[in-house]
């Protein structure tokens, strides 16, 4: 039976926090810590951790990435006895949580030369890898266990040829569902059609900012936002929002919403929790930000929803690492600056979310339409991730290879030349002409 001092310290946390960190096993990894309170999140009472779990948030992006090792590989009865050795069907063979003295990069806590387990001949197999060390495999630029959708052999015979900087390069534009406007009958909007309810606090500015938005131009009334039931807020201020939350926008913007609740600005909203806060982080924050809560209108503006803004500014509000602060001094914003200021062609420009929110193309009411993905995770790690989304937009495949395994490069914004060159490409090519292709 525990001493009655400790069943206080564990039911009452006297230094205000949350009593349950008193439970963790250790640190928790980079890409989940953010949620490590809600346990049940990961574990079944009584049962450790589900498998299902690490599936219901990453089987999409892992079948985006065409999985180089599903699990169906190794269910096939050719491949059990490579089971033996490492259990691959199980998520937390390779990625086990609270344990910060064995992760290393992408949160894996097996030994770097897990690749030896399976590919013992690789040197038979293909003779440029004789004498690589095993622990090399996952060398940036080289391989990734799930996700090699830029570094695979096909893809990259067909960029042996690339430049390494395209003529015009830009990213794509943003396409919107051109209907809505007329299914809906709706007419633009101005100050005097506003229909905010009496007693609702708002100000001029609020007015003045909507006004001159997409959103008023549409037809999109104040309460559209703000009211939980549009067609019911009146004069009684029924069911009024001072401050809308994220699920305002999902009706309109589900897909940004979906992967912003799925990236790490949003992960913790979409598990009931607070929101996310720069305080929290792991990597360096700007402190006087430190508290401000993340949701969409954090870098949209509660009334301007200016883009632009939301593109660069806003994230060097918040984020204070390196990279961040090179940005300004780098080639990339100068080409944006030349966009927003007019000199240059719409989408030449290159901001923090031309990379890490990239425009991609999504399926929506039997239309192609390209829209912003939301979540960072999709192109931060590992990086490669990043090649075919944003950088063929600019570049070649060889030259973003070499960019993206250069970490003095990264921590600089690609201000200078790469000084890391990946033999990948050039293997490719030898091969092909050892087969006579």
Known sequence: MLPAAVVVYFVTDSSGGNSDAHFLPGDTSHGHHQIEMKCSVCHTDFEGVKQNACTQCHAEELEKANDSHPDTKFLDPRNADRLESINAVRCITCHQEHKPEETIKMGVTVPEDYCFYCHQDIAEVRPSHEGMGYETCATAG?????????????????????????????????????????????????SKDRDVPD?????????????????????????????????????????????PDHTSCQDCHAYETKTFLQGKHGMRLAQDLSPMTPGMAKIPMNPAAAHRELSCVSCHG???????????????????????????????????????????????????????????????????????????????????????????????????????????????NFSSPSSVHIDSVEMVGKRLLELGK
């Open 142 to 190: 080289c391989h990734n266990y799930h996700d090699n959708s830029a570094l695979y052999e096909d893809f990259i015979i067909k960029h042996l040829e690339d430049a390494p900087h395209k003529e015009s390069p830009k990213v794509a534009d943003r396409t919107f569902y051109h209907n809505w406007a007329a299914e809906h009958e709706t007419t633009p909007l101005t």
């Open 302 to 412: 509660a009334h301007t929803f200016d883009t632009q803004f939301a593109a660069a500014e806003s994230c060097m509000q918040c984020h204070d690492d390196q990279h961040t602060n090179s940005y300004k001094n780098s080639k990339h914003y100068q080409l944006w600056l030349d966009e927003v200021n007019g000199t240059a062609p719409a989408g030449s420009g290159v901001s923090c979310a031309t990379c890490h929110m990239p425009r991609i193309e999504v399926q929506e009411f039997g239309e192609t339409f390209t829209r912003v993905q939301h979540n960072q995770n999709e192109t931060l790690r590992p990086n490669e991730k990043m090649i075919r989304p944003v950088c063929l937009d600019c570049h070649g495949l060889g030259f973003a290879i070499d960019a993206l395994a250069d970490p003095i490069l990264i921590e600089n």
């Open 199 to 243: 007693g609702a606090h708002y100000t001029q500015s609020d007015v003045y900012d909507w006004e001159r938005t997409a959103h008023a131009a549409m037809g999109i009334n104040c309460a559209a936002c703000h009211s939980e039931s549009p067609e019911t807020a009146n004069n009684d201020n029924l069911d009024w929002q001072a401050i």
